[in-house]
């Protein structure tokens, strides 16, 4: 059984950061591109982040460019994303997701508030 699992959230003033992680388990997690979402109050999910299973290349939503960082560690079957000056309008549910046989997993998510 697929399971994803994302922790580290909090409240946060803005200009902080954050690390959120995603552990994964329940498939081969070294073959599968991995994405991060967020959904923000009274909004629609929304994409963040992608990064790929062989390279470890990444892509990026343009209002998080050069202040997110995805990364993944295929050893220990985990992604993070360290999200550095964050804004307000970063505040959200983070979700990591993948897709596995053409079925979208999406674990339990973590909230981050970014408020003074």
């Known amino acids: 059984e697929v399971q994803l699992q994302a922790f580290g959230g909090g409240l946060v003033q803005p200009g902080g950061y954050l690390r959120l992680s995603c552990a994964a388990s329940?498939?081969?997690?070294?073959?599968?591109?991995m994405n991060w979402l967020r959904q923000a109050p009274g909004k629609g999910p929304e994409w963040v982040s992608t990064?790929?299973?062989?390279?470890?290349?990444?892509r990026y939503k343009d209002s998080v460019k050069g202040r997110f960082t995805m990364s993944r560690d295929n050893a220990k079957n985990t992604v993070s994303l360290q999200m550095n000056n964050l804004k307000p309008e970063d505040t959200a549910v983070y979700y990591c997701?993948?897709?596995?046989?053409?079925?979208?997993?999406r674990g339990q998510g973590t909230q981050v508030t970014v408020s003074s």
């Open positions: 997701q993948t897709w596995v046989n053409g079925r979208e997993y």
């Open positions: 329940g498939f081969t997690f070294s073959t599968y591109a």
């Open positions: 990064i790929n299973p062989s390279n470890g290349s990444t």
